[in-house]
């Protein structure tokens, strides 16, 4: 699992964490019931403490992101598929709102921002 830490980010250690696999998890990239690192490996692998692994997975469980099983390990959990679309909707929703007052903040017309997302969507 690729985990990048910034040191340099405001944003704390486990919330890059969570940031992250959350992100994986949307995007398919870790798998439903598809095994996650132990916190103490993934503590020693991000070379951070297992107390900041470890808050990071419980908030990811609180989320339903993963579960844990005891003695056998920490799972992504088993979406349902109408439910992980909506999360995504939602992601995308609020980016698009950002995107909206940055845009009003430099009297961008709706038709200058149709053209630049027609623009960017094409290119990506």
Same mark, same amino acid.
């Not at 403490?49 to 003695?71: N, Q």
């Given at each position: 699992?690729?985990?990048? =830490?910034?040191?340099?980010?405001?944003?704390?250690?486990?919330?890059? $964490?969570?940031?992250? +696999?959350?992100?994986?998890?949307? /995007? &398919?990239?870790?798998?439903?019931?598809?095994?996650?690192?132990? $916190?103490?490996?993934? *503590?020693?692998? !991000?070379? +951070?403490?297992? =107390?900041?692994? #470890?808050? %990071?997975?419980?908030?990811?469980?609180?989320? &339903?992101?993963?579960?844990? $099983?005891? &003695? #056998? &390990?920490?799972?992504? *959990?088993?979406?349902? /598929?109408?439910? @992980?679309?909506?999360?995504? !909707?939602? +992601?995308?929703?609020? /980016?698009?709102?950002? %995107? $909206? =007052? *940055?845009?009003?903040?430099?009297?961008?017309?709706?038709?200058? +921002? /149709?053209? @630049?997302?027609? =623009?960017?969507?094409?290119?990506?």
């Amino acid at each position: 699992m690729d985990i990048i =830490i910034s040191n340099s980010s405001e944003e704390p250690i486990y919330e890059q $964490i969570v940031r992250q +696999i959350k992100e994986a998890i949307l /995007k &398919g990239e870790l798998e439903e019931r598809e095994l996650l690192p132990s $916190i103490r490996n993934l *503590a020693k692998e !991000l070379q +951070i403490s297992v =107390i900041t692994t #470890k808050r %990071a997975y419980d908030e990811l469980e609180k989320e &339903g992101f993963i579960t844990t $099983i005891p &003695g #056998k &390990g920490t799972y992504v *959990a088993a979406q349902n /598929k109408e439910l @992980m679309r909506e999360k995504r !909707l939602k +992601i995308v929703e609020e /980016k698009l709102v950002e %995107a $909206i =007052i *940055a845009a009003k903040a430099v009297n961008l017309s709706l038709e200058e +921002i /149709k053209e @630049m997302l027609e =623009i960017l969507y094409k290119e990506v």
